[in-house]
């Protein structure tokens, strides 16, 4: 098992009576809470390369890319 670590939130008093009346395991919803949050800044930052990279490249003519595509079709 990997290890664990504890983080301590501070909440209003009258959420964390509110907490109580619902039925929810509140530490896994945080954990999922953190992961999905993780996964779409990983996301938004791979998206924020990919659209540095295709700035940087010239667009490629239609002509060109049916070239491309009947040569590897002759292979």
């Not at 509110?18 to 996301?43: A, L, P, Y």
Request: charged share 40%; aromatic share 4%; net charge positive.
């Amino acid at each position: 098992m990997s290890q664990v670590n504890v983080i301590t939130v501070k909440i209003p008093s009258e959420l964390k009576k509110e907490m109580k009346q619902v039925k929810v395991n509140w530490s896994e919803f945080i954990r999922d809470s953190i992961q999905k949050k993780i996964e779409e800044q990983k996301i938004r930052a791979a998206s924020t390369k990919i659209d540095e990279v295709r700035t940087r490249n010239k667009p490629v003519p239609t002509e060109e890319l049916v070239s491309w595509i009947r040569e590897d079709r002759e292979r």
